[in-house]
């Protein structure tokens, strides 16, 4: 039998060594409690709805639109986040995204957690996202021009008259008003009743967002709107905002409100963290693989998924191109197809969302995306961002079910087309033409002079065959008779609410809501994991600003880059202008809403 040491434990202690001791003495010392995190979102300017493009680290350089909520759901289900922080600046987004992110920030509310968004130009716009927080913040100095709205539309007709230009244009439709900025120095009589319909439900956005938020009749709310705008002590006065506090105050007064010592303000909460090494060659070859977009590939999920792909900007024939560096987007059917066949050839995917946000364009880029639109077996939702009107809704109206926001603009189911005639501002400045034309309507297409009664007639014959076409595919989309899609047609544009009870859609909801309801017809049962399969993939920063590798040529790669230097205010506005003029040059008729509409 071994014979037992007590020894050494003794001498431990008596020697005073560090052996664990016993009793309430030797418990370690409780930590301090980690401050509840609050995290910081800023939400300003144009939010694009793609993909961002991803910078040095393959991280997005800005948050798109679904990265922004997909951070506040982070937040919402994060028991370490006590509280959301926005920062709400100069929102250059439609009515449909606005009512993304206020429906994103009502969800996080749910939880019991605070919001608190901080402003300091408050437009209707940026006030509409804001109050669906618990509090309203603006500096003293600051200004809520929340007011009345209006659509403001700009004519052309006098100075083409006296720069010699005449815009030869039909339409289809006595809403179609495309050509209107061109041909008249006023709005029409149609123009005018469809704009103040689509004003005054748009307003009515506001006055419900306002009405929600103070418990108070929606004609108590427009009574405080119309009284608009306001200093920041007399919106506090209304009731419109709960403080007024700077910037350096707002985290005293978060504090203040949850009740706790201190908070730790995180701006840059639920981004996706990719430290990359730059060093050396390698670093450097990474560093041009992150600037154009490529980066290491991940395995193949084997999960279920849901594919959403993105159709943004004009739509023309071809190759999609710009992105949100340039501002305004362009969608070419090639890409958008190419996109619908790659989630269709992919086994894991169970259903599509094709998510539009498009004025229209090309009659012919449109009918083919909906081709393919309605070939794909896999069920297909179609989500409408702040605009899908004409070609934008064209494209959507192959889908099995139709999503759209209560700001969208959408229908616009008519034809227009046309052309502008230079002759007179050639001859002002000494450039003449003599042509040669054999046979009929072969200068039909001719920038000098106007349409001939001949060429009209013939004009008229390819824009009211179009016209009855895009009738005919809506009415079977929609599962009515022609008639009754006829009445809803003739160019006019309609809210998403409007759309809703007139049956040109079929639920009011978000891209989440659009993705939920395709798990539901792609079988993927509740609580099973999945994942979205977005189209097209985040671009590097060169591929932003030049195109594609496969798309590049000098002169893409100059307008670009020029459009890039353009201050930012006035981008999306050269851009979209460049991009009408490309297609007004390759399609006397097209499929495009009114121009230039903004409703503020």
Known sequence: MRRRNHFWPVACLTLGLAFPAFGDDAKPKPEAPKPPIVAELTIKGSITEEPAPVGFEGTPITDNLQGLLDRIAKAKADKDVKALLLRIRSLSVGWARANELRSAILSFRESGKKVYAYLDEVDN??????????????????????KGMAAEITF????????????????????????????????????REEMTELLNDT????IEGLAQRKKISNDAAKAIIDNGPYTPAAAKEAGLIDRVAYDDQVVTEITKSLGVPT?????????????????????????????????????????????????????????????????????????????????EADKTVKAIVIRVDSPGGSALASDL????????????????????????????????????????????????????????LMEKVGVTTDTISVGKNGNIFSMTTGFSESEKAAMQRLMDDTYKQFVTKAAAGRKVQ??????????????????????????????????????????????????????????????????????????????????????????????????????????????IMPFDLNIR
């Open 125 to 146: 716009k940026d006030f509409y996202v804001a109050c669906a927080a618990d509090e309203i913040i603006v500096p003293e100095g600051g200004w809520l021009l929340i």
């Open 156 to 191: 052309y007709k006098s100075l083409f008259d006296k720069l010699g230009v005449k815009a030869d244009w039909m339409q289809v439709g006595k809403y179609k008003s495309y050509g209107e900025p061109f041909t008249r120095t006023t709005m029409s009589p149609a123009f």
């Open 203 to 206: 307003y009515g956005l506001l």
């Open 263 to 343: 908070v730790k303000l995180d701006p840059k909460y639920g981004k996706v963290k990719n430290e990359v090494d730059f060093s050396g060659f390698g670093g450097f070859m990474k560093m041009m693989q992150a600037l154009a977009g490529e980066s290491a590939k991940k395995p193949e999920s084997t999960l279920p998924k849901i594919a959403v792909v993105y159709a943004s900007g004009s739509i023309h024939v071809g190759k999609s191109a710009g992105g949100s560096l340039l501002g305004e987007a362009n969608m070419g059917s090639d890409t958008v197809i190419k996109h619908l066949k790659d989630a």
């Open 369 to 424: 995306i909906w081709r393919e639109v309605t070939r794909i077996e896999k069920p297909i939702i179609a989500s409408m961002g702040d605009v899908a009107a004409s070609g934008g809704y064209y494209i959507s109206m192959g889908a099995e079910k139709i999503f759209a926001e209560p700001g969208t603009i959408t229908g616009s189911i008519g034809v227009t087309g046309g052309k502008f005639v230079l002759g007179g």
């Open 482 to 591: 022609f008639d009754a899609i006829d009445k809803l047609a003739g160019g006019r544009v309609y809210t998403g609410r409007q759309a809703k009870k007139l049956g040109l859609i079929d639920e009011l909801g978000t891209l989440n809501d659009a993705i939920a309801a395709a798990k539901k017809m792609g079988g993927i049962s509740e609580g099973t994991k999945s994942e979205l399969l977005i189209f097209p993939k985040a671009q590097g920063v060169l591929e932003s600003l030049l195109g594609p590798l496969e798309d590049r040529d000098v002169s893409t790669q100059v307008q670009n880059l020029g459009i890039g230097f353009v201050p930012e205010a006035i981008r999306p506005d050269l851009s979209k202008l460049n991009s009408l003029t490309k297609l007004m040059s390759k399609e006397p008729v097209v499929l």
